[in-house]
Nanobody, 126 residues
């Protein structure tokens, strides 16, 4: 069992930065594949970034590549989503996700994950 809690969302001007955090209890992140997703109103949840359980490989969606990174702190059992050069199109609810008993690969689809945080709102204004 893994319990995830996101924090750090808020309102930011276009071109600015935010750092989201995801803290876990239960099984450590080192035993889980991890993902960040976001959801716009009325839309399907979409992948932002994902990392395999070893932390060796990280995937970024084309829409955020070069702007977002996913630092991982195994000692604190937490990961972050560092968001730079934010755009109004980045406005969404952001979710942290984990998959237990992973193979050594990245998981790209929301249905691949079995643990989810409650989400945190990010709003980017022009």
């Amino acid at each position: 069992q893994v319990h995830l809690v996101e924090s750090g969302g808020g309102l930011v001007q276009a071109g600015g930065s935010l750092r989201l955090s995801c803290a876990a209890s239960g099984r450590t992140f080192s035993s889980n594949a991890l993902g960040w997703f976001r959801q716009h109103p009325g839309k399907e949840r979409e992948i932002v970034a994902a990392m395999d359980y070893s932390g060796k490989s990280t995937y970024y969606a084309d829409s955020v590549k070069g702007r977002f990174t996913v630092p991982r702190d195994n000692a604190k059992n937490a990961i972050s989503l560092q968001m730079n050069s934010l755009e109004p199109e980045d406005t969404a609810v952001y979710y942290c996700a984990a998959r237990g008993r992973p193979y050594g690969r990245i998981y790209y689809t929301a249905n691949d994950y079995n643990y989810w945080g409650r989400g945190t709102q990010v709003t980017v204004s022009s």
